[in-house]
């Protein structure tokens, strides 16, 4: 027992000490950063959407330099093909038959940039890789590495020649995080930085203090699985989910449908890498609180007069929170 609790600090330093710098490397994106670190923890995957140049991609390319595993990113445009995510049958004529031949998509780390430019046909491609961790071509199942984790990013200002994402993929996103801009200060620091005026940040291709092994990001997955959850926080998650599908009160003109019960396993799973990330060993309401917009907010669907009179799934979800005692 005291060598799993060792070996749990042991992790939780080293996570903790790649976070900061991290947190050093993306100014004033610390929600962006932690919301990496819980996807990777937690085992799942990211919806990032905010303007360009919000260091969405930099972003995931320094956690890859941290991390001991393959990156790739795909650059996602209306000519794309499924083939070009996840590989095909290439003909080897010394052999005379199909050898497959494996796409980005077998990497550890996958950034798809611009996501909802792709076409149906590679939505449905990256949905099964996404939710069953493998790639089918003809009557062939090829398994993904253990260590698979999707970034997406959307860019919500222009939306000519894009496809929506549809709901099924949606949900198989753990979270859908929203980046705003830096502040003044921030702005500041990232003027600094590109001059080369912040020690130890002068140098873009800069080496992390550490790498984080997989059996590191798997020792995590285990920590943050015996995180304590009391029964009444967990009771707390029900009734945030269950009350997305009633719909009483205000609720009952803005929603059409509520949240999956992929919800409930993600806000569980989040915030209890949430609690261990900050160094607890049990979640509290707030931790639910904080996580709870980032992983309903792509899972509600508002009905017709909520988006008529602009209402947005942010502002459901404040109300949600508001409506939802806290048992």
């Known amino acids: 027992m005291e060598a799993s609790v060792a070996n749990s600090a042991d992790t939780s330093a080293k996570i903790r ?15 962006l950063v932690r919301r990496l670190l819980t996807a990777l923890i937690c085992g799942g995957h990211l919806l990032v959407e905010g303007a360009p140049g919000l260091a969405k991609t930099r972003a995931i390319k320094e956690l890859a330099s941290a991390v001991a595993g393959d990156f790739h990113r795909v650059q996602f445009t209306p000519d794309l093909l499924p083939s ?3 590989g095909t049958e290439i003909f080897r ?54 260590l698979f984790l999707v ?17 099924a993929q949606l949900d198989r996103f753990l979270m859908h995080v929203e980046v705003g801009y830096p502040s003044a200060s921030a702005e500041r620091d990232i003027l600094q930085l590109v001059r080369g005026e912040q020690a130890g940040a002068t140098d873009k ?21 015996e995180v304590y959850m009391a029964p009444a926080v967990e009771q707390y998650i029900i009734q945030l989910v269950m009350a ?11 929603l059409e449908f509520g949240v999956s019960p992929r919800a409930s396993i993600a806000l569980d799973q ?18 639910v609180q904080t996580m709870c917009h980032d992983v309903f907010r792509h899972r509600l669907i508002i009905s017709f007069d909520a988006e ?11 109300t949600l929170l508001s409506q939802v005692p806290v048992s």
């Open 244 to 254: 997305t599908r009633e719909r009483t009160g205000a609720l009952a003109e803005q």
């Open 205 to 225: 291709n800069a080496t992390p203090p550490i790498q984080l092994s997989q059996d590191d990001i798997f020792a995590a997955r285990r920590a943050t699985a």
């Open 84 to 86: 070009d995510i996840t």
């Open 93 to 146: 004529p010394e052999t005379g038959d199909f050898r497959f031949q494996q796409g980005p998509i077998f990497h550890n780390l996958i950034l798809a940039d611009e996501v909802n430019r792709a076409p149906a046909k590679v939505q449905a491609a990256l949905l099964e890789a996404m939710a069953e961790r493998q790639v089918s071509i003809g009557r062939e199942t090829f398994a993904l590495p253990e």
């Open 308 to 318: 008529a009179q602009g209402i947005t799934s942010n502002q459901i979800i404040d």
């Open 17 to 31: 000490t790649v976070s900061d710098w991290l947190e050093a490397r993306i100014i004033g994106q610390e929600t």
């Open 151 to 167: 970034m997406a990013t959307q860019n919500p200002i222009e939306q000519e020649g894009t496809y929506p994402l549809p709901e």
């Open 270 to 287: 989040t915030s209890r890498a949430l609690a261990w990330l900050d160094g607890r060993d049990f979640v509290t309401p707030e931790d």
